[in-house]
């Protein structure tokens, strides 16, 4: 059985692929500059650390398993708004 934290995450993630893929409809070209964050390493790494440290809490704590699936959720969105910043879009 799937723990109900990692449905409630793949069912953001799904909103969040199916948005792009209609703007992407509207504007082509547009899902990637959307999802240039991926190619961004130094996105990656700020992404990759906050991930690392909500893992490095939840097992200091003791805290439910379920929570790494927000953790990936968190370190995506850390990821996404360090490219805006570094672009110099906000």
Do not use: C, H
């Not at 509207?26 to 700020?46: T, V």
């Not at 690392?52 to 708004?81: C, E, Q, R």
Request: aromatic share 12%; charged share 10%; hydrophobic share 55%.
């Amino acid at each position: 059985m799937i723990p109900t934290a990692f449905l409630a995450v793949a069912i953001i993630v799904a909103t969040l692929v199916i948005r792009t893929a209609l703007q992407e409809n509207r504007s082509p070209g547009s899902a990637r500059s959307q999802w240039k964050f991926l190619r961004n390493p130094g996105a990656l790494i700020a992404g990759f650390s906050t991930f690392l440290v909500f893992l490095l809490a939840i097992y200091a704590t003791g805290s439910d398993w379920n929570n790494v699936a927000w953790s990936a959720l968190a370190a995506l969105l850390v990821a996404f708004i360090y490219d805006e910043a570094a672009s110099g879009k906000r």
